[in-house]
Structure formats: C-alpha cells, structure tokens
C-alpha cells in the first residue's frame, strides 16, 4: 500500500499525468490552482496519504508554492497527513446517527480492531475514526472506507463484525494469488 | 397522495441511464428552454414559480438570478453546491445517486437562462460514488448533444464539469465553496461583494442548490404556473424532506409545501410514526442549524392551529416558539433522547466545522462544547446555563458568515425549550449518567392563546 518512504525520489505514473492534465482543462487556463483539490484525491487514492515530499512533487507540477498546498491538506479532513490503515474505517459519529446507535457501533469497532481511534492495527490492515454527516443519517449508523469510499448503512455490531472478516479475507485470499 | 416533480420516476429500473431518463419525458426541457424560450424567459418563469432556495436561506431564485451582473467580455458561472454536509439532510445524495440526469437537465437550462459557457458541479468529496455516478452522466448527455458545442443545434455551447470537496462543512457555505473551487481553503469571504457580481474567478456566479435546480426542470416543463398552484402561500411547489431520528421509516419524502407536521409524522404516507412505539419528544425541522421544538410547539401553534410544513407556518413565532425549514432535514427525538446529549453533540460538530477566521465562532463554538460537554458529564454547573446563553449571543450576528448563527441557535433553543433538563443534569448530575431524563412536560398540550387571553 505504501509505496514510498519519504526519502525516495517521487514520479508520477504516465497514467497519473494523463489524469492530471485531463483536470487541467476544466478550468480558465491561468486557473490551475483549481486542480489542487482533484489532485491531491488522486494522489491519496494512489499513495495511501499525503506525504510532505508528495505535497512538494503536486505543488511543482501545479507550479504553486509548497506552502499553498500544505494549508489545502491541513484544512479538509479527507487528507490522511500520516498513512492509515489499508481500510480506514469511517463511522458518522453526528447527531441523528446518534439517535439510532452510532456510538455502539463506534464502541463495538474499537474492541473488534482492538486500536483507538486513528490508530494502525498491527497488520497494518485497518484503522478507523469517526467523522461528521455523511448525508445518509436516513439510513443510519453508516460508515465509508476510504480511499475507494464505498458505503454501508443500516449498521449493526453483526454487520460489522461480517464486513472486517470480509475484508481480511479479501486481502488474504488476494495475497495467497501474488504468492 | 401528494404530486411529485422530482421523485415521480425515481423507482424505474434504469431512470439513472440516459436512455430511461429521456424515455420518461427527460430532458424535454432543455428542448422547450432553448428552442423556444429567451434566456430572459426563463428567469422570468422560475421567478413566476415562486421557487425558493432549497438549500437552506429560502432565497427566490428567480430573484437571486436576475442579480446577476453582466459585464461586457467576462464569462458568468453557474455552481451547483452539492456539498450537503447540514446533519440531518440527505436528500442530494439521493437524487444524484438516483436521478443523475434531472440535475443535469436541469442545469443546462438554468446554465442557459444565466449565460454561462462553463458550469459546475461542487459535490462534496466523500461522494465519491456520486461523483463518479455524475460524470457518467455527463458523458452521456455529451454523447447526446445535449452538452458541449452548439446544444440540439442551437448555437448554445455549455461545458459541465464536477468539482469534488476535500470534506469541510463550511464549503457549503457559498462563498467558501468558491473559494474552495478555486483550489484554497475554504474560507467564506466577507460580502460584498456578492458572488452576483464578483464570485468564481472574480467573475458573476450563481451558486445554487441541487433541488433548487432540478426544481428548474417541471417549472419549465408544466410552467410556472402549474408549479405555484402546488404549495401553500408563498412556500410554492415541493420539498424534498429527509427523515431521520426515531421514526418508523426514514427516507426521503417528496412532499407538497403545506402538509401537517402531525401528519408528515404519524402518516403511513411518510415516516409512518414513531419507532417501537415510543412518543415523540422534539424535532429539529430544517437540519442541525435550526432551533430544535419541544413535541407540542413543532406540532401546533400558539394559537392552536396545526403547524405545517411551509416556510412560513415553521418560523411562526419566530425565536420563542418558531424555527425553519432551512434544508428540509427533519430529524425526529424520541422519549429515550437526551437533549443535552444532542446539544453537545452539535455544539462538538460547529467546532470542528469553524473555519477559524473569526474569533467569536472559532473561540465560542470551543467553549460551548466544552461547557456542554461539562453538563453532559455530570460536572456542569447552574450557572453554565446563562453562560451557553451568553456565548450562544456573543456569537450570533457578530460572525463573517451564517455558521456562527448556525451554531448558536441549536444550543440558545435548546436551553430555552428544555431548561428543566439541562438543570436536572446539574442538580441530579450521578443518576444522569445512568439514565435519561424522559419526556416530561415536553408533549403536554399547549395552553391556548385564546384562552389565555380570555381569562
Ligand atoms: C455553514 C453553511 C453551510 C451550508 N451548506 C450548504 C449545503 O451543504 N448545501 C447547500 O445547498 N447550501 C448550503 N448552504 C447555503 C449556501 O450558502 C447557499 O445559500 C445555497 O447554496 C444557495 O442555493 P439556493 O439558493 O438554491 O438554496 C450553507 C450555508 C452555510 C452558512
Ligand atoms: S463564522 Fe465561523 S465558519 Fe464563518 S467565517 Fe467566521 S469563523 Fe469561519
Ligand atoms: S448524522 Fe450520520 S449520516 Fe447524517
């Protein structure tokens, strides 16, 4: 999952260029601040998190200051600014989830995984934390896995307990097949 | 059964295909707007249709188009804000992972009656699947000739693309959301100047609601007319409102502006009554920004009458016994709830959302949780009370813009309507960490005003 330390050199993939410069022409052409954002989701959704050397690489191919990148993934909860678990568990944590259970399921997830929030388990396969609104309290508890952001509602400690096994053995079997 | 415009078809198999979507009369207005209509035609219907801002200021919208500048030689922009991020409120997630191409449709049309060339679409980042959902959408409409160069033959050239957020409630905020489009912090501006005349790119832009553009489509579509006989008074046509809380069946309602609270509660039709037959203690109507009601205010009047679901009937009696409409987020208590639970929970959710630039929102929203937070937790004092007052009015009006508003009335209200309980987390602070404090009064009916009056 992570694929880099932060003393290696970074070089965005072909592939990733590709999808930058499409983001380009979406905006006035001395506009290319605007990109900032898409950008670095693209960059998370491929290195795990935003590292300070990737933040650097984003603001010179943007040709920003560094620092102008920075104040952007400080200030929207989405940038992970230290590298999460390969499934980072998400759970509503505002207040109409509340009315219906959320903070069982919060509970119940921190002594399944046995980590706190924000916190690595030691496998490196998850972590967790909970964030506000998901505009979804209708169908609540819910909960998001970033980095693909897939959704589940209607949250019990039983389909909880069924999604982690799944994803354990999702990552195991997909192991097995590389071996 | 109620008309709806903008769920009628949300239950057909394949509605969020193009294909599907025109099959059932999609994109007809489009047809309509741009081969038969002048751009001014168009403002003038949605302004007829008496549509309101459906993302929380209520603002006409056929007013608030008609502001906008029209410089000589700078492009104009329209943005949708699809952040939705006000708790309680769900329904642009639903209609966007449902219904893509209403909102598409509707904003070619109202990308044409404002002349923009380029528009967007802020969808906050966490919808990921909507967004993804979206630009499918597009694509297809592109492939149709309804977007790109020289729309249906027209001569109208429109470009639509999708903006994702980087999850920041305030870039709900309209401002912000700019700000944020142009890849900074989403830091709301001080106004004016209005995005009327300077917005993105320092250039005139509309930001609007995505109901309130989908709205755009039956508007045009019947006429305004058609949409104004819908409604009561001046709270005209539909409301998407998203149920949440203790009730039988959350979902997203389309419903007719006007309908009883009582009945938009208890029928079958909509939420179906309160959960595992529990009894109905408070309601926050409009989303987490709105002052909560104790059981009897949200379901009468002072006077008695039946509140209803309308701009108006909600505000009625303004800050002692009124709230709003705001998103439509109708988030329902039931007897079990704990108020200053919830209080503090919201007062929590505000701070972590402050954007910081102003020193009584980003310092006031801290201290209120933090005194909340107290209360809930058995160490709270009476005087905490007039001190959440305090700080609730010192914050309020004093702000850049509305979330500090936003995060005052939830707590000023819930102290007004529910002081017993919060002094009964003081004086009885051991046993209100084992359990709740219950219904109390909050259901009783309201002593009439007439009576009142007479005695
Ligand atoms: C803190 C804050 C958050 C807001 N969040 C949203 C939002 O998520 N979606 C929305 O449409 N409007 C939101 N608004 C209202 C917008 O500023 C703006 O009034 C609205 O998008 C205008 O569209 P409308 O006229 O179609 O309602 C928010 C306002 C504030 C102050
Ligand atoms: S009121 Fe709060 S959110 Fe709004 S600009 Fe001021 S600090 Fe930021
Ligand atoms: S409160 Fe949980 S999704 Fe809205």
């Known amino acids: 999952m992570l694929k880099i330390s932060e003393t290696d050199e970074i070089i965005f993939t072909p592939e990733l260029l590709v999808k930058f410069n499409e983001i380009l022409l979406r905006y006035p052409e001395d506009r290319q601040k605007s990109a900032l954002l898409p950008i670095l989701h693209l960059v998370q959704a491929e290195y795990g998190w935003v590292s300070s050397p990737l933040m650097d690489k984003v603001a010179d191919f943007l040709q920003l200051k560094p620092i102008e990148v920075y104040e952007v993934a400080t200030f929207y909860s989405m940038f992970f600014l230290k590298p999460p678990g390969k499934y980072m568990l998400e759970v509503c944590r505002t207040g109409p989830c509340c009315l219906i259970g959320a903070e069982t399921i919060m509970k119940h997830i921190e002594e399944r995984l046995n980590v706190k929030e924000g916190e690595v388990t030691a496998d490196g396969l998850f972590s967790w934390r909970g964030v506000e609104c998901l505009a979804a309290c209708g169908m609540g508890p819910v909960l998001q896995i970033a980095p693909e952001y897939t959704f589940y509602e209607n949250l019990t400690a039983a389909s909880v307990d069924e999604l982690i096994d799944r994803l354990r053995l999702t990552t195991a079997e997909k192991a097995q097949i590389i071996i | ?455």
């Open chain 2, 1 to 455: 059964m109620g008309r709806k415009l903008l769920l009628e078809n949300i239950n057909v198999p394949g509605i969020n295909t193009f294909e599907v979507y025109r099959k059932h009369g999609g994109y007809r207005a489009v047809e309509k707007a741009l081969k038969t209509m002048s751009t001014e035609d168009v403002v003038e219907e949605v302004k007829k249709s008496g549509l309101r801002g459906r993302g929380g200021a209520g603002f006409p919208t056929g007013m608030k188009w008609s502001f906008l500048a029209k410089p000589e030689g700078k492009p104009r922009y329209l943005v949708c804000n699809a952040d939705e991020s006000e708790p309680g409120t769900f329904k642009d997630r639903y209609l966007i992972t449902h219904i893509p191409h209403l909102l598409i449709e509707g904003m070619i049309v109202a990308s044409y009656a404002l002349g923009a060339k380029t528009s967007y679409i802020y969808v906050r980042g966490e919808m990921m699947p909507q967004i993804r959902i979206l630009e499918r959408a597009i694509a297809e409409a592109k492939a149709e000739g309804f977007l790109g160069k020289n729309i249906l033959g027209t001569g109208y050239d429109l470009e639509l693309y999708v903006q994702p957020g980087g999850g920041a409630y305030i870039c709900g905020e309209e401002t912000a959301l700019i700000e944020s489009l142009e890849g900074k912090r989403g830091n709301p501006r001080i106004k004016p100047p209005f995005p009327a005349i300077s917005g993105l790119y320092n250039c005139p832009t509309v930001v609007n609601n995505v109901e309130s553009i989908a709205a755009v489509v039956p508007i045009i579509n019947d006429g305004a007319d058609e949409y104004a006989k819908l409604g009561i008074g001046r709270s005209t046509g539909t409301k998407l409102i998203s149920a949440s809380g203790n009730i039988k069946n959350p979902g997203v309602y389309e419903i007719e502006l006007g309908v009883p609270v009582e009945e938009f509660i208890y029928s079958d039709e909509y939420c179906g009554g309160m959960a595992n037959g529990k009894r109905l203690k408070a309601v926050v109507a409009g989303g987490s920004s709105v002052p909560i009601l104790p059981a009897n205010l949200i379901l009468k009047l002072t006077t008695g009458e039946n509140r209803l679901m309308s701009y108006e009937s909600l505000a009625e009696g303004a800050f002692a016994s009124g709230t709003m409409l705001g998103s439509g987020g109708f988030v329902v208590f039931d007897e079990d709830q704990c108020i200053v639970r919830n209080t503090w929970n919201f007062a929590r959710f505000y701070h972590h959302e402050s954007c910081g630039q102003c020193s009584p929102c980003r310092e006031g929203t801290g201290w209120m949780e933090k005194v909340l937070h107290r209360l809930e937790y058995g160490h709270g004092k009476l005087s905490d009370l007039d001190l959440l007052v305090d700080v609730a009015k010192k914050i309020e009006g004093n702000t850049i813009c509305p979330l500090g508003d936003a995060a005052a009335w939830p707590v000023a209200s819930a102290i007004r309507h529910f002081r017993d309980e919060f002094e009964w987390h003081v004086s009885h602070a051991e046993e209100a960490m084992g359990r709740n404090y219950g219904l109390a009064h909050y259901a009783d009916p309201l002593p009439k005003a007439e009576t009142v009056a007479a005695n």
